[in-house]
């Protein structure tokens, strides 16, 4: 039954490791987003991929990076984390780019140690 | 800058009792979403307004869209136990910027 998968649900990474999270969706949407939540706060849109087409905010820091090799599949890296970079990361996928429903995955808890 | 401001942060009400959140852009919106997000959960749609002046209804929940395109509201009546949680409107400008209010809390005193 679910629809946008996330994994792992929790993570720990070493202040500087680079670690990769990962989300697949079984609804073949063309829209995947990658979005950061901290404590308290809304999701904060970090970039997007229409199809292969790679969409990112101007204000998201060098050190995320994402792929998606292909329509189900999309992967947030993130290359020398920091304290600031633990939050939530939510995955979200939708038919087209923000127009109608964004399913969202239930996220995965990152912890810098 | 583009950002949808909301209010208010918080609201505790007793079970029964209507609860009303706001936002509010700046500029003209392409249109607006509302989330829920239950503690320890993850963002749910709720519904996308796109019209001026739009109203919708979801049973006790009663949405708009203002005439200029640049507020919204969410309106719960009588609400329920089952009601908590961060309602989070979200705005699109120009068909290409997506910005989530900062939510409104919302806790319902049984």
């Known amino acids: 039954d679910a629809m946008v998968i996330q994994n792992p649900r929790y993570q720990v990474t070493q202040f500087g490791k680079p670690v990769t999270l990962s989300c697949s969706q079984t609804?073949?949407?063309?829209?995947m987003y990658w979005y950061q939540q901290k404590s308290s706060q809304a999701p904060k849109l970090l970039f997007h991929?229409?199809?292969?087409?790679?969409?990112n905010e101007a204000d998201t820091p060098d050190n995320f990076q994402s792929r998606r090799p292909n329509t189900s599949f999309c992967f947030l890296d993130i290359r020398s984390p920091g304290l600031g970079d633990a939050a939530m990361y939510l995955c979200?996928?939708?038919?087209?780019?923000?127009?109608?429903?964004?399913?969202f995955g239930p996220g995965t808890r990152l912890t810098v140690t | 800058g583009q950002q949808v401001m909301q209010i208010p942060q918080y609201q505790h009400v007793q079970e029964g009792e209507d609860f009303t959140t706001y936002c509010n852009s700046s500029?003209?919106?392409?249109?607006i979403q509302w989330y829920k997000q239950r503690p320890g959960g993850h963002p749910v749609f709720l519904i996308q307004l796109v019209k001026s002046g739009e109203v919708k209804k979801q049973k006790r929940l009663t949405f708009q869209f203002g005439e200029a395109k640049k507020n919204s509201s969410l309106r719960i009546t009588a609400t329920q136990t089952t009601d908590v949680g961060t309602y989070f409107c979200a705005g699109l400008y120009n068909f290409n910027k997506f910005y989530f209010g900062s939510g409104t809390k919302l806790n319902v005193k049984p």
């Open positions: 991929y229409y199809d292969k087409d790679f969409n």
């Open positions: 979200a996928t939708s038919r087209d780019n923000f127009q109608g429903e964004q399913y």
């Open positions: 500029t003209t919106l392409s249109n």
């Open positions: 609804l073949n949407h063309n829209v």
